[in-house]
């Protein structure tokens, strides 16, 4: 299971993910966005909008991926995911756990598993998930958290208690800091703020992690 995500990044270790209020732009618009600068896997995240809305909204986007080869990871929501036949979902620690969504989604589908310390990563890297992610790395205005950051230093031990597993960094990283997220030994970046919300700069900021990476 684990080369499945590796295989959806096509070589590229940048995993960015949707937010439509920060960018003002639709899942949709953004998918577009992000596959015509050379995405491959993207992930979509709406905790906001009622399950009714982003299911419409996914549903829309899905279909502009479908069209460009594009693979979609839907957030937290399983029944989504299952609904809309998406590539997998990604799951925080109060969903839905990575065994019941297994069975669900089946064999072939992508599952991702949040986690936000050493022993948490150990633990998910025995669950029947194709990548461990872990953050926040460094402080981020995305998402309120009381967990502190995990930093470079922290992440070097996640790199080795998850071995073979895929590992994604998340929680603070930019165009300018990613690089040395990697040389710690994360696999991919997932990036929310550092794309939308710079204005005018988005499609610069996306392939500057492609290109980089």
């Not at 596959?35 to 829309?60: H, M, N, V």
């Not at 839905?96 to 069975?103: D, G, H, N």
């Not at 958290?145 to 990283?173: M, W, Y």
Request: charged residues 20%; glycine residues 8%; aromatic residues 4%.
């Amino acid at each position: 299971m684990s080369s499945s995500v590796l295989h959806a990044l096509v070589g590229s270790k940048f995993y960015p993910i949707t937010d439509q209020h920060l960018s003002r732009l639709s899942h949709a618009e953004q998918v577009a966005q992000l596959s015509d600068c050379g995405a491959t896997l993207i992930q979509l995240r709406e905790k906001i909008d009622p399950p009714s809305r982003f299911y419409a909204d996914a549903e829309a986007a899905l279909r502009v991926a479908r069209e460009r080869g594009v693979k979609i990871i839907i957030n937290d929501r399983v029944d989504i995911a299952l609904a809309l036949n998406a590539d997998g979902v990604h799951l925080g620690r109060e969903d839905l756990a990575p065994e019941a969504a297994r069975r669900i989604l089946g064999d072939t589908a992508i599952i991702g598993f949040s986690t936000h310390n050493i022993e948490q990563a150990r633990l998910a890297a025995q669950m029947p998930v194709d990548y461990v992610a872990i953050g926040p790395i460094f402080s981020t205005a995305t998402k309120r958290s009381t967990n502190p950051p995990v930093g470079l230093e922290g992440l070097k031990p996640v790199r080795q208690v998850v071995g073979d597993l895929p590992l994604v960094a998340i929680g603070g990283i930019t165009s300018e800091n990613f690089k040395m997220v990697l040389q710690a030994g994360a696999d991919a970046v997932s990036v929310i703020s550092d794309i939308w919300a710079s204005e005018g700069l988005i499609t610069a900021k996306i392939q500057t992690f492609l290109n980089a990476s």
